[in-house]
C-alpha cells in the first residue's frame, strides 16, 4: 500500500501535468520533433551510450551487441521515422462527404489524449520504455512513465535521462515497485499504454475502467513457431535459435513452443544442435562461457523457468539440448524438449526463458487445432515456401502479427502496426498507429454554406418522400 506522502507527490505530478497539457496540445510539428531530437542527441554521445550498455549489462548481463541490436538500435529507427513522418500524421485528415450533406467539410482532426501513463517492462527496459514515449511525445501529450524496478540499473539510466532533457510537468519518470505502481493507476489518467503479462494487464484495464480511460496493453502469450517439410532445415534452425535465445529467450515475440512436422522431427533437432555449438560453443565448452548468452534478469524468474523445465521432465518430456543451470549465476542453458505434452506446465504458461518446447504435427489441420485451442497469440510464426499452406494456416488463425520464414524482425518495421488481440493485447503502436494511438480523432463536420431547414418542424408528407428518396438512393 502507498504511503501517504507517496501519494500525494504523484498527485501533485499529475495535477502539475495536467496543468501543462493544454500548452503541451498545441506544440508544433516543429516543436515536437526538437524534443525528438533531444533524445536522439542524448543517446548519439558516446559516454551515454557506453552507460547503457553498461546498465543493461548489469542487469542481464546482456552483450553490447545485442543492446545495439534491439534497445538503441531500434529505437533511434523509431525517433527518426517519427521525426519524417510527424508533419503528415498532424495534418487533418479529410474524409468523403455523403451527397445529402452537400455544403460540408468533413475530417479527422488529431489531438493529444492528455496526461499518460506508461509503464513499462524489465525484459527490453529501454526500447519498452522510450517507444511509446516516442509517440506519446509525437502526438502532443505529457508522460509520466515507470519503468520496471526489477531492472534497476536501466531504470535508473532513463530517470537521469528523461531528467535531463525534460521538465517534470512534460515528462517525468517515476521509479519504484507494485506500490508505487497501485498509486500510480489510482490516478485518472487520458490513456494508460502498459507492457507485461497478461496477468498484470488485467489488472490495469480494471483499474483503468474506474476512470474511463483508454488502454494501450501490450500483453505475450505462447507465440509458436510452425516448421513445413518445404523449408531449409539448417537456416530455419538457426533462425529459430536466434530468435528464441535473444535476451535469453526473455522477449514477448519470442517463439514460445515449436510445432515441427513429424518427418522433420530428429533433422531439426539435430539442425538445433549444431546451431547451438556455431553460435555459442565456438572455442567453449559450454555456452555459459560464451560473452553473447544473456541471462536471467532475477532468482525469482530463473526459479519459475527452471520449475517449468523440471515439471516437463518429471512428467516425461525428453532434453534433447541443452537443460544445464546455475542458479548462483541465473544461467538456463539454450535448451531442447521433445515428448512435450500439452498438459505440461510449460504448455501452460508463457516460457520467457531460452527452453523451447518441441511438438510434431502431421496435417495443418493439427497445427490449426492446437493453435485455436489457445488464447490469441502475439505473433505466430511460419516457415514454410508453401503459398498455400501459408495461407491455410493465416486464415484459420488469429495473431497479433505474423511473421513467415524469419523471426522478431516484423518489430523492426513501423509501417507495421503491433500489438495483440484480446490475451495477447489491446490497441496498435508504433509508426502512425502509435501516434494514433496516443491521439483523440476527433471528428469534424463543418458547413460550409447551406444549411437543411428542410429538416426543421414542422414535419409533413412532403419531408418523408424526400428524406426516403435522399438516405435510400443517396
Partial sequence: MASATLTTDLQQLFERQKAHALQQAQTTADERIERLRRIEQYLNDPTHEADLIEALRKDFRKPAAETLISETGVVFQHLKFARQHLRRWMRPERVATPLVMIGTRNYIHFEPKGVCLIMAPWNYPFNLSILPLIYAIAAGNTVVLKPSEISDHTSAYIRQMISTLFPPEEVAVVEGDVAVATALLDLPFNHIFFTGSPAVGKIVMKAASRHLSSVTLELGGKSPAIIDPSVNLKKA?????WGKCLNAGQTCIAPDYLIVHRSLKED??????VAVRDFYLTGRETVADSPDF?????DKHFQRIKGLLDDAVGKGARVEIGGETDAATRYIAPTLLSEVTEEMEIM???IFGPVM?????DTAEDIIELINRRPKPLTLYIQSKRRNFIRRIM??????GTVINDYLLGYGNPNLP??????SGIGKSLGAHGFREFSNERGVNHRIFGEVSFLFPPYGPRLNTLVNFLFKRF
Fill in 348 to 350: 501452460q504458461e508463457e
Fill in 395 to 400: 486464415q484459420n488463425t488469429s495473431a497479433g
Fill in 357 to 361: 518446447p518441441l511438438l510434431t504435427y
Fill in 418 to 423: 503491433f500489438g495483440g488481440v484480446n490475451n
Fill in 237 to 241: 534452425a538457426r533462425q529459430t535459435l
Fill in 268 to 273: 531439426f533437432i539435430e539442425a538445433y544442435r
Fill in 294 to 298: 544473456a541471462r536471467i534478469i532475477s
